[in-house]
Nanobody, 124 residues
Framework: QVQLVESGGGLVQAGGSLRLSCAAS????????MAWFRQAPGKEREFVAT????????YYTNSVKGRFTISRDNAKNTVYLQMNSLKPEDTAVYYC?????????????????WGQGTQVTVST
């Protein structure tokens, strides 16, 4: 049973920082690409960032480039999302996702495993 558990969400003022973590368990993730998505109230889930497991290649949605950094610790089966210069429009539930191949993708339908989500709220 694959399990993804996110943590690190919370309430922060605009301009502040948070680091989200996603701990993966249940099988070997050495060939899995990982990603972060988010869903704001009343909006569809959207792609945020993704990383391959073996080479550490990354890709970001334009709105977070230069502010967010995705990284991973293979030994701990953990993916991180460092979020700096947060804006109120970053407020959303953030989800960690894993796909069973080690290629980048921005489509939620390509990811088979999902965490329960962690709330990020950015106040003005």
């Amino acid at each position: 049973q694959v399990q993804l558990v996110e943590s690190g969400g919370g309430l922060v003022q605009a301009g502040g920082s948070l680091r989200l973590s996603c701990a993966a368990s249940g099988r070997t993730f050495s060939n899995f690409a990982m990603a972060w998505f988010r869903q704001a109230p009343g909006k569809e889930r959207e792609f945020v960032a993704t990383i391959t497991w073996s080479a550490g290649r990354t890709y970001y949605t334009n709105s977070v480039k230069g502010r967010f950094t995705i990284s991973r610790d293979n030994a701990k089966n953990t993916v991180y999302l460092q979020m700096n210069s947060l804006k109120p429009e970053d407020t959303a539930v953030y989800y960690c996702a894993a796909r069973t191949v080690d290629y980048l993708s921005t489509r939620s339908s390509d990811f088979a495993y999902w965490g329960q989500g962690t709330q990020v709220t950015v106040s003005t």
